[in-house]
């Protein structure tokens, strides 16, 4: 059963009814992986889960396209080298008209750089109400179009923050509810680690001893451990 099952799969065109779908070659163009590679990692999946293919064939491909994706991401991570490439957007910061309701995804605040701040979820605006009480200068919701480009696509930060302390202390601040790496989805921990680098790589290019570039992944002020 299971030397049949890789037989079409070599085979690539299969069939569900009266429709033939070229496996292989769908898979091959949302992947960018040759066709012989794509094969070899068909013949990897157990029968069971390649049965669901017969089942739902839509969702298989997105499914199994969404995993190839993911493990090309934490493969690149390893050989990832960011460098400055001399250009950025001076108007990133620039206010947009943006549309939302006060206190219900809009609050007023008084140490960001506008005087309101419209969050994505409550995790964001708690967040944002504990940088309000904390001993910070000033804070950014990073805007959409701040994005770092990775192999997983791009990356948007939450937050930008300045400490004043013994250091001027920038923070890079990603926001999630759970910070253990585990719990995050393949692409989502891609991109993180793709953000470290992306950091570091700035980091290093100080050279002002009395400041500090750090990112973190924080779920609440008190992981802005800086000490």
């Not at 012989?36 to 157990?46: C, E, K």
């Not at 690149?76 to 490439?85: E, H, R």
């Not at 192999?151 to 930060?157: D, F, L, R, S, T």
């Amino acid at each position: 059963m299971f030397a049949t099952t890789k037989r079409k799969i070599i085979e690539s065109d299969i069939a569900l009814g009266s429709i033939a779908i070229d496996l292989i070659g769908e898979l091959a163009k949302s992947t960018y992986l040759k066709r012989a590679t794509i094969g070899r990692i068909l013949q990897n999946i157990s029968p069971n889960k390649f049965a669901m293919f017969k089942i739902n064939p839509e969702d298989f491909i997105i499914k199994v396209a969404n995993i190839i994706e993911e493990e090309k991401a934490t493969t690149f991570i390893q050989s990832i080298a960011y460098d400055t490439s001399g250009e950025y957007d001076t108007e990133i910061f620039t206010i947009n008209n943006f549309k939302g309701k006060l206190e219900e995804d809009i609050i007023e605040v008084k140490k960001h750089i506008y005087d309101y701040l419209k969050y994505d979820s409550q995790i964001e605006k708690a967040f944002a109400k504990d940088l309000e009480n904390g001993d910070i200068v000033v804070y950014a919701k990073l805007p959409s179009k701040f994005k770092i480009p990775t192999p997983a696509g791009y990356y948007n930060p939450d937050f930008a923050i300045l400490f004043k302390k013994e250091k001027t202390i920038y923070f890079i601040a990603e926001t999630k509810g759970s910070l253990k790496s585990m719990e995050l989805r393949g692409k989502e921990k891609a991109k993180i680690e793709y953000a470290k680098r992306h950091f570091e790589y700035l980091s290093d290019l100080q050279k002002d001893d009395e400041s500090k570039l750090i990112y973190k992944v924080v779920k609440s002020i008190e992981d802005l451990d800086f000490v």
